[in-house]
C-alpha cells in the first residue's frame, strides 16, 4: 500500500500578473476526457506548492469541481470520501464510508 499526499500548485506569472480563465475537471480525463484543458497559458509558468495535505493510502484520482478537490482515501480503519477547499486545502467535508474494503 502507498502513502499519498495531496498538493496543489499555483502558477505564478514571470514579470506580471497571470489572467487565465479557470476551468472544473469534474471527472476523470477532465470535462472532455481528453485530459486536457482548453485555456491559453503563458510560458514559462513557474509552478509553487499553495499547500499539501497528508492522507492515508490513496483510493482514487482526485476531481476538481467548483473549487473543490475530491477524492477517496483510508486509514486503515475506514474508508472516508473527502471535500477540500482547492485554494486552501482545508476540509469542507469528510464521510467515512466503513472498514477499508479488502483488495485482492
Excluded: C, H
Amino acid at each position: 500500500m502507498f502513502s499519498v499526499t495531496l498538493w496543489f500548485a499555483v502558477i505564478g506569472a514571470q514579470g506580471g500578473a497571470l489572467k487565465a480563465q479557470s476551468q472544473d475537471w469534474p471527472q476523470f480525463l477532465g470535462a472532455n476526457r481528453n485530459g486536457s484543458i482548453d485555456v491559453p497559458m503563458p510560458a514559462p509558468p513557474k509552478l509553487v506548492e499553495a499547500w499539501r495535505k497528508p492522507l492515508g493510502a490513496g483510493m482514487s484520482a482526485i476531481s476538481v469541481s467548483k473549487g473543490r478537490a475530491f477524492t477517496l482515501y483510508t486509514d486503515d480503519t475506514d474508508d472516508y470520501l473527502v471535500a477540500l477547499d482547492a485554494a486552501t486545502g482545508a476540509d469542507v467535508w469528510k464521510v467515512s464510508s466503513g472498514p477499508p474494503t479488502p483488495t485482492p
